[in-house]
């Protein structure tokens, strides 16, 4: 295969199917949602079938057991993709709002449209339900969409990609407005980030290396997190039972993903009161301890932290702990080592709350909640396509507006410039 006539043939394609995308109403896009969710339950069956495909070869190919868990499409999986196509369908179309439309005093109306990006490149590894997220999001929002996902998935990948294009033919729209790349070669990806004539905006999910390579190659803007350093701070004016069910969930909810807490900071004033409560539980929990020379010297099963822990985004369970004085050095420890992801605060003292939120410099900061929250279907987003920790132009989960901008538009009556 010529990967470089390939890749630029889905990029024409795409070109043109987000012009008749950019004009879709919402009740055919919406109508595409629910086929594809259709097809995807009338094909379950044969989804398992080439899903089998790709464990079979991930085993052979020595695939680490949380690769094969993200991998496998199970019965709830499956389940999870078809009610997220009808989550879509249900909410709101960004596409076509307009927004602070106010006379000028020569008569004009000025005002903001809400339109869709146009194309866009989605790379990602194992998880193949991230196709349908991607697909559905693209979709509702008037995109049209290259997805590339990880050579272990392609099996599963091109079957889900037969249930969109089923879904997409009922609903009248262009079956090129979602394309799934067939190859894995992984000059396909190269390509995709190179081909700034036909697509407008990169979303890389994946691991660090994938989105480091994607961030440094692409001559496309990229939506992007690097890394998921998210931090927990007890203050001492905290509910000693929230702060405990608060950072146990946030760490041991689930390891491997971005959202899970990785450093525990707690106010000197309640370390003593908090600490071994919290300690017992996440030891029971097979959680390492790694702490600064206080936390040390109150918990014996805890280890010295070093610089390193700081900046390390575990994805296991690992956990490091510092205490620290007040408010003020919590703020700067997280400014200063978090990846901008998500932070929590532990408080019953609404003032510092406040400062907190004000203070912190992240994508999501939140109140007396665990960090497993940042989530686009828990910010009641739908699907999400990814975390941006970027400052543009998204931040945080990505549902439909992150996929849309904003263009300036004039209402006029014969108006002429004086």
């Known amino acids: 295969m010529d990967i470089k006539a390939y890749m630029g043939q889905l990029g024409q394609q795409a070109r043109k199917a987000s012009r008749e995308m950019g004009r879709a109403d919402t009740g055919k896009k919406n109508l595409a949602l629910i086929k594809i969710a259709e097809a995807i339950a009338a094909n379950r069956e044969q989804l398992s079938i080439e899903n089998q495909k790709d464990l079979r070869a991930g085993q052979e190919n020595g695939l680490e ?8 499409l199970k019965p709830s999986t499956i389940d999870a993709m078809t009610e ?3 989550q879509v369908a249900a909410l709101a179309d960004p596409v076509g709002g307009i927004s602070d439309l106010n006379y000028r005093p020569s008569g004009i109306q000025v005002g903001q449209m809400r339109v869709p990006l146009g194309v ?7 998880r193949p339900n991230v196709t349908i997220d991607a697909a559905a999001l693209c979709l509702k ?3 049209a969409c290259i ?12 079957a889900i990609a037969a249930c969109i294009a089923e879904g997409l033919a009922a609903a009248g729209l262009p079956a090129e407005a979602v394309q799934v790349v067939e190859t894995t070669d992984r000059a396909a990806v190269g390509e995709l980030i190179s081909m700034d004539s036909y697509v407008d905006v990169i979303v890389p999910r994946g691991g660090r290396s994938l989105i480091e390579r994607i961030s440094n190659e692409s001559t496309i803007p990229v939506i992007k997190h690097l890394d998921g350093i998210c931090h927990v701070y007890i203050d001492d004016k905290a509910d000693l039972n929230k702060a405990v069910n ?4 946030a760490k041991t909810h689930r390891y491997g993903v971005c959202n899970a807490m990785e450093t525990l900071l707690v106010a000197e004033g309640i370390a003593t009161k908090v600490l071994p409560r919290l300690a017992e539980q996440l030891l029971v929990k097979g959680v ?5 020379l206080k936390t040390c010297s109150l918990l014996p099963d805890c280890v010295r932290a070093t610089e390193q822990d700081w900046v390390t985004e575990y994805l296991a369970p690992v956990l490091s702990i510092k205490i620290v004085e007040s408010l ?7 400014n200063r080592y978090s990846s901008g992801h998500t932070e929590s605060i532990v408080t019953e003292d609404y003032t510092l709350a406040r400062r907190f939120l004000r203070e912190v410099d992240s994508s999501s900061v939140m109140v007396n909640a665990s960090t497993r929250f940042a989530d686009g279907f828990e910010y009641g987003l739908g699907a999400e396509i990814g975390i941006s920790t970027d400052k543009l132009h998204a931040r945080g989960p990505v549902g439909l507006n992150g996929l849309t901008t904003l263009k300036y538009i004039v209402l006029g009556d014969g108006q002429i410039r004086q």
């Open 147 to 158: 997805l590339r996902g990880g050579s272990e998935a392609i099996h599963s990948n091109q």
């Open 288 to 292: 390492e301890l790694r702490g600064c």
């Open 65 to 72: 057991a949380a690769l094969l868990d993200r991998l496998e």
């Open 84 to 86: 997220g196509l009808k």
């Open 141 to 143: 929002s008037g995109n």
């Open 246 to 249: 608060i950072a146990v969930n």
């Open 120 to 126: 866009i490149g989605i790379i990602y590894e194992s």
């Open 328 to 334: 003020d050095e919590a703020i700067e420890h997280i």
